[in-house]
C-alpha cells in the first residue's frame, strides 16, 4: 500500500508541476524534463509515468476537467431549480471553461492540438460529462431517463461546448447573455427528446 500510495503522490506533484509549466510556458514550449525539474522528481520517474508529452497533457487534460466538472455540478446545485435550466447549465459550464487557468489558455494558443485531443479523448469526456450530470441532477431523474439519454446529453453538451470555445461565430459569446442566446437558439433545440423537458 506505502507504494501505491508514494505513486499516486509522485503523479499528483508531476500533474501540478506540469499546470504551472503550461499556464508560464504554454503547452508545445514545455519539455518533460521541464516538468521534472519543477516537481523535484527525476527523468527516471517521470518517464516510468509519461512516455512522451502527449501522455502527460492528456493526463494533465483528463484530471482538470474531472474538477472543472465538479466545480461545475458544484455551482449548479447550489444555484437550485431554473426554469430555463439547460441554458443556464451551458452558460455556467462555457464560464466556469473560460475561467480555467490552463484548459481555456490552450484553447486560444493551440486550437489545432485541442481538436485533435478532444477527437482522441471524446468518449472519456462524455463520460466525465455524464458522471457531473449524475451529480447535478435531481434524485432520480437519469435512473428516469435513463443511461443512454444521460450519455446523449452529455454528447450534446460536449459538441456544442467545442463550437463555443473553438469556431468561429457570425453573433458575439463574450458575455453570459450572449452564451444564453446562442444556448436557447442552438443547443438546447438540439437535445434528446428524452431530456428536453429538463428535471422537475
Known amino acids: 500500500m506505502p507504494a501505491v ?3 499516486s503522490r509522485a503523479t499528483e ?7 504551472v509549466e503550461f499556464e ?19 527523468r527516471t520517474t517521470i518517464y516510468r509515468r509519461f512516455a512522451n508529452k502527449d501522455e502527460l497533457v492528456g493526463a494533465v487534460i483528463e484530471r482538470e476537467n474531472v474538477r ?5 455540478a458544484d455551482k449548479l446545485k447550489q444555484a437550485g431549480p431554473h426554469t430555463d435550466y439547460y441554458t443556464e447549465a451551458f452558460t455556467c459550464a462555457i464560464l466556469e471553461f473560460r475561467g480555467h487557468r490552463v484548459l481555456h489558455q490552450m484553447v486560444l494558443d493551440e486550437p489545432g492540438l485541442v481538436l485533435d485531443l478532444a477527437t482522441r479523448h471524446h468518449r472519456a469526456a462524455v463520460a466525465r460529462i455524464a458522471e457531473a450530470l449524475q451529480v447535478i441532477f435531481p434524485p432520480g431523474f437519469a435512473d428516469r431517463i435513463g443511461p443512454d439519454a444521460v450519455d446523449d446529453l452529455a454528447d450534446c453538451i ?9 469556431l468561429p461565430h457570425g453573433q458575439p459569446l463574450d458575455t453570459a447573455d450572449d452564451i ?3 444556448a436557447r437558439r442552438h443547443f438546447v433545440a438540439s437535445l434528446p427528446d428524452a431530456v428536453r423537458t429538463g428535471p422537475g
Not at 510556458?25 to 519543477?38: E, I, P, T
Not at 460536449?158 to 473553438?166: S, T
Open 5 to 7: 500510495e508514494s505513486i
Open 13 to 19: 506533484l508531476i500533474l501540478d508541476a506540469a499546470v
Open 24 to 42: 508560464r510556458h504554454g503547452f508545445r514550449r514545455v519539455a518533460l524534463d521541464d516538468v521534472a525539474r519543477r516537481a523535484g522528481v527525476s
Open 68 to 72: 472543472l466538472f465538479a466545480s461545475i
Open 158 to 166: 460536449l459538441r456544442y461546448a467545442e463550437m463555443v470555445l473553438l
Open 180 to 182: 444564453r442566446a446562442f
